[in-house]
């Protein structure tokens, strides 16, 4: 079995969409994997079933060998802990600085404020913010409060980084330093990056991995970059 | 260790909330403390009812004077009838003699006159002393003796006590019921002020949830929150039972309206009750708080 692999997976929403239907999809251990299509397709959905956000209707959703749908709701902190997530929206606590926001996740585990300094920092730094730590979000630019949501998410070393158009609130030479800093941290930290998006340029650029999602249905699957934007378009 | 970090960040977090949302906190905590007095002066007033019904019913008897004609037969008789009256705890029987012989004991001026009566000349009537069991049906039990034959007549208590003890008791009842209602209160107001705690956080926990935050680390907080009103809440009243009642002890000399009535001593009882009104205040603290949190923090 694949690191994530996902077998005829359905997402009915209970106003009758069908969000996902009939998925069948594996992914490594280590992958960089583009997930695109138009707008309400699916993209967000998936995503959201592989840190069990959203429970699928039918179907298997293995993340790190364990089904994602049958997980009991009291359990679902333990999977969170083993996948960063990245919001569009940064999703950060405004009354607290970089720091904070990041060593907030690691404080709510009940680490020893010994133990979280170092990794804090450490996070901050392959984002490049290690000069931004007492910033608060108000005092940061769009770039920089991304890089805090995704210093956050890997500040515990997960093994899977999922992100929903990172992006998407981003001028494209921002975008750009941040599909660099995603980019290291696939390469330096091994970790498995799902990154949902719209942005045509960028996975034209990063020549990865490139799966497409048409009305819930699996599209195409293309390997480094080989899709072509009009394809799916 | 681990599990105390989480406790300490927890009960950190609860005060800093209690102080962010601090209007809500003083009108819950207002709650509590009009509760808690309620609850001290309850105890207070059951106790000390309690306290004086035993004294006094140990000393409460009802008198039955036995007709002068009455042969020892009938005087058996009558002592088997008394028997099977309900309430009755003990029966003492108390011939002329040994009525005669008490009276010159206790008082000389007595011993005196009867000194002086001849032998077999005795206008004492012979009596049975009652006790009862409940002291609130005294008058029924009376009544009943007097209708049996051969009774001439009989006394019992001092109306006064048996009323003041069933005036303290309708009291008794209504704080109860007060104190119940009130504590339903409480805890309503107190699961309100955590509900509007839970979603003015709303953006905390959502976050929270999503890097994987364990549950209990998650609900603690608002617990100790709901725990904390609850104490915060008995401060004031603690403070009003142990002042107020030793107070309250000292002017009435420790004696409520007559001698028969003696009041509990308060010391260790003020320390005891005021025990009381924490645990109370934390229990309902934390059943209000535990109450918003199954309701909105599902997870
Ligand atoms: N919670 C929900 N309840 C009901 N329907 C939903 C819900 N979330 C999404 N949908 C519907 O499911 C479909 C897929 O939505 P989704 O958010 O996955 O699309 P998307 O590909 O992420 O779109 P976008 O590119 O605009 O972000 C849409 O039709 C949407 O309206
Ligand atoms: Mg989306």
Redesign the pocket.
């Known amino acids: 079995m694949s690191f994530i692999e996902l077998q005829n997976v359905y997402k009915i929403?209970?106003?009758g969409?069908t969000?996902v239907a009939d998925m069948n999809l594996k992914i490594n251990k280590g992958d960089f994997v583009f997930v695109i299509?138009?707008?309400?397709?699916?993209?967000?959905?998936?995503i959201k079933m592989l840190y069990r956000e959203?429970k699928p209707t039918k179907g298997s959703v293995y993340v790190g060998g364990i089904n994602v749908a049958k997980l009991k709701n009291s359990k679902v902190y333990k999977l969170r802990r083993k996948i960063g997530i990245v919001f569009q929206d940064y999703k950060l606590l405004p009354k607290l600085t970089a720091y904070e926001n990041v060593a907030f996740v690691l404080q709510s585990y009940g680490y020893k404020e010994s133990e979280i300094k170092p990794k804090v920092i450490e996070a901050l730094s392959r984002v490049g913010l290690k000069e931004k730590l007492r910033s608060f979000p108000d005092e940061m630019s769009g770039g920089e409060q991304q890089r805090v949501c995704i210093a956050r998410a890997i500040v515990n070393k997960p093994k899977v980084l999922v992100c929903?158009?990172p992006t998407g609130n981003l001028d494209p030479d921002t975008s750009k330093e941040i599909m660099n800093v995603l980019s290291n941290i696939n390469k330096e930290m091994g970790t498995t990056i799902i990154m949902?998006t719209?942005d045509r340029d960028i996975v034209n650029r990063m020549k990865k991995r490139v799966v497409v999602?048409k009305n819930?249905v699996l599209a195409g699957d293309y390997e480094k970059g080989s899709y072509k934007v009009d394809e799916a378009h | 260790m681990k599990p105390i970090r989480i406790l300490i960040r927890s009960v950190s977090s609860a005060f800093k909330s209690v102080v962010r949302n601090l209007s809500l906190s003083i009108a819950s905590i207002s709650c509590i403390i009009i509760t808690l007095i309620l609850v001290a002066f309850a105890i207070l007033l059951s106790a000390n009812v309690n306290n004086f019904t035993k004294d006094i019913e140990g000393d409460l008897t009802v008198v039955v004077f036995v007709n002068k004609d009455a042969t020892d037969e009938n005087i058996e008789d009558l002592k088997k009838n008394i028997d099977v009256v309900p309430n009755i705890k003990e029966i003492t029987y108390k011939s002329k003699d040994q009525m005669k012989e008490e009276m010159q004991k206790e008082n000389e001026a007595f011993d005196k006159i009867m000194s002086e009566w001849k032998e077999g000349e005795n206008p004492l009537q012979p009596c049975f002393i009652i006790l009862v069991n409940d002291i609130e049906s005294i008058g029924e039990t009376a009544n009943t003796i007097k209708n049996l034959e051969h009774v001439d007549i009989v006394k019992y208590g001092e109306g006064m006590v048996e009323r003041l003890v069933s005036i303290f008791d309708i009291v008794k009842k209504v704080t109860i019921v007060a104190v119940v209602a009130l504590v339903f209160v409480t805890a309503f107001l107190i699961s309100n002020t955590i509900k509007i705690t839970i979603y003015s956080r709303k953006n905390e926990i959502d976050i929270m949830r999503l890097v994987g935050t364990s549950n209990m680390v998650i609900k603690l907080p608002f617990l100790f929150e709901g725990l904390f009103l609850g104490i915060l809440g008995s401060i004031i009243p603690v403070l009003v039972t142990i002042y107020g009642y030793v107070f309250f002890y000292d002017k009435m000399g420790g004696v409520l309206f007559t001698d028969i009535i003696s009041l509990i001593e308060p010391y260790n009882f003020v320390f005891q009750i005021s025990g009381a009104l924490v645990i109370i205040g934390a229990i309902v603290g934390m059943y209000g708080s535990y109450k918003s949190v199954r309701k909105y923090l599902k997870i």
């Not at chain 1, 299509?37 to 998936?46: D, E, F, M, W």
């Open positions: 929403y209970k106003n969409v969000a299509g138009h707008t309400a397709c699916g993209k967000s959905t998936l959203e929903d158009e949902a719209h999602i819930g």
